[in-house]
Structures are given as C-alpha cells and as structure tokens.
C-alpha cells in the first residue's frame, strides 16, 4: 500500500520529489485543475512537461489515453520519469493508468483535488478507464508512488461536486463505522468536517485494500451501493437528460441496495428508514421512469464482482458492516428501483 500524506501541497510534494531522482516529470491536468490547481502546484515544481485534457467522465477512455502516451513519447519519457495527476477521480484513474501501462509501468503520484478522489478514488490502486460505455471496464491495479491530499482544494470545489463526493463518505461509514455513521447523519452537508471525514475514510478504505489489494474478497465491501448505481451511472450517460455525477448515481444505488438488504432480512427497517431519509434530504431524487428499468438491469450484468451473469452484490448486514458476494436476482432489482420511484412520489 503507498503512502497516504494529508497536508498542503507546498509541503508534501517538494519532500517526495527530493527522495526521488525522476529522469523527467509530466504533469496531467484537466481543464477545471488546470485553472484552479495547476498554478499553486507549478510554484513549486522543477522543469516538467504538461498534458492537458478536457473535463469530464465522458474523456475518461482510450483514446484520451493515446494522447497522454503519445505526449509522453514526444517528451521522451524513460521508465525513470515520474507523472503527477492532478484532478478528481478522472484523472485518477486515467493517468494512473497511462502511467502503469506507458513502457510497461513508470511511477506516478496521485494528487487528488475533489473530495470524491480523496476519500475514494485516489486510495487503493485501481485504475482504469471506461470502454463502449462501460465504466472501469479496462484497467489494472497499482499502488500509486504516493498519494498526496491537500484539503485546501476542496474550497474550488462547487456545492454539486462536494455533494458528489460525500456519497462516498456515507458509503465508509455505513459498511465500516456505525458510530460515525450515527454522526455524520445528524448533520447538513454544510455542517460536515471535511477534513476529519478525508481522514477518516482514508484509513476506513486503507484498512481494507491492505487485508485485500486486489478485490478477491473484502475489498468488494467498497462497492456497496455501485451495482445499481454505476448501472444508473452509465445508462445516464447515454440520455439526453441531465447528466448524473457518480456521486449522486451511488447514493440512489444506496438506497436501492439498503432495500435488497432489508428485503433479504439483512438489515432492520430502521435503519432502511434512516439511510433512504438521510440520503434524499442531502442529494434530492434521480427521476426513472418505467422505461428506463429493464436498460438499468441490463447494465448489471457487466459489473465487475459477477460470476458468470450471476449479479453479485456487496450488502450491509447492519449499521458499520456488509457482506459480500450475495446472489441478487433481478426480480429483486427490479422491486428495488421500483421501490426507489415509489419514494418520489
């Protein structure tokens, strides 16, 4: 497991650059980092080169990755560079991919700015990127250099993308810590303590990649509520309607799975009651129709914790704790979603 350094940048990169001797330096920025970002942490960079790509879940593919590698190429890249990627969990997975597949792996640095890529995505060393739609459909594991959270950039972030990433907070807490779990429920989204919850879903997150760093068991208990959700993820990308951010699909898929759970007698009906409430109070309802069902469930089947196409779920089997690998049919998706509508009404 890399090391995990939560203080302001101008601090913690210089002292990882020094304990290196990187033969070159790329920096990977999207558009949003590249104006919010970029300026403070080129202050304090030596000589690099910078690749810049548009924002945006629907860039997060192949032929992105070409014009990264090929920009490595042309800078003339060795396997003793080093990539920085500075962004949200895009550029996480994207560059970090690029990085552990360009000569056959070079090492980067995770330098995660949204709250959805610090408490999640930057920790663990799953990269990858989306194909024919598909989220994460190619990729690899591998433990980034460093990663190197500096909170102060979550005060670029706008209300909708903090909001995004607090889905995954909730996610730490319900499978991992009831105590917090009881906590951060009683408060707003404006009243949370951002910077003890990065910390605490790092070390809740942390705790598990290291028991299982390559999702053969544990690890799956951190995909509770992304069955449906990254299903509900990717059906929006192909609609005309508003796009959904991931966090606010994993939050509907939360909900829908909590459901499963209590269907299955996994969990008492309170705490359904307290998941479903606390969850539309802070993220407001995704809107479905009857139409949209049967492309959902579809979706499912190419979720990455299946066997065969068995639909495999991670479920909380009470407040701090889920099971793993449970049979779903989808009979119960269905009355899950359909649940889900019903609380729109």
């Known amino acids: ?53 548009k924002s945006g879940e629907e860039q997060k593919h192949i032929a992105t990755c070409e014009m990264i590698w090929d920009a490595l190429t042309r800078a003339n890249f060795d396997r003793h560079a080093l990539v920085l990627n500075l962004g949200g969990g895009v550029i996480g997975d994207m560059g970090g991919f690029c ?13 995660p700015t949204t709250l959805l890529s610090q408490v999640d995505a930057s920790v663990g060393g799953k990269l990858g990127i989306d194909f024919r739609g598909f989220k994460n459909h190619i990729g690899v594991f591998q433990q980034p250099n460093t990663v190197l959270i500096d909170p102060t950039f979550l005060s670029t972030l706008p209300e909708r993308e903090l909001r995004s990433g607090f889905a995954e907070v ?21 009243e949370q303590d ?12 942390r705790r598990v990649v290291e028991q299982d760093p390559t999702e053969k068991g544990l690890r799956k208990i951190l995909n509770f509520g992304h069955t449906l959700g990254h299903a509900v993820e990717t059906y929006f990308l192909t609609q005309p309607r ?17 459901y499963i759970a209590y269907q299955k007698k996994m969990i008492d009906e309170s705490l359904l009651t307290q998941i479903e409430e606390y969850i539309f109070a802070v993220y ?30 991670s479920l909380l089997d009470g407040a701090g704790s889920c099971a793993f690998d449970i049979l779903v049919s989808n009979t119960e998706m269905r009355k899950a979603i359909e649940f889900y509508r019903g609380l729109n009404k």
């Open 284 to 313: 407001g309802n995704v809107r479905l129709s009857d139409e949209d069902t049967e492309p959902i469930l579809a979706l499912t089947l190419q979720d990455k914790k299946n066997r065969g196409r068995e639909v495999r779920m």
């Open 242 to 258: 508003k796009r959904l951010l991931h966090g606010e699909a994993i939050a509907m898929g939360m909900i829908a799975e909590a």
């Open 99 to 111: 990085a552990a597949t360009y000569k056959r792996g070079i090492a980067f640095a995770q330098l």
């Open 170 to 190: 909730i996610k730490h807490c319900l499978i991992a810590d009831a105590a917090m779990w009881d906590e951060i429920r009683r408060r707003d989204l404006d």
């Open 194 to 205: 951002w910077a003890a919850l990065v910390a605490h879903s790092v070390a809740v997150k």
């Open 1 to 53: 497991m890399s090391t995990v350094t939560i203080a302001p940048l101008a601090e913690s990169l210089p002292a990882f650059l020094e304990s290196y001797d990187f033969s070159a330096i790329a920096v990977i920025a999207d558009n949003h980092t590249f104006r919010f970002c970029y300026p403070e942490l080129k202050a304090f960079l030596p000589k690099h080169t910078l690749v810049r790509i």
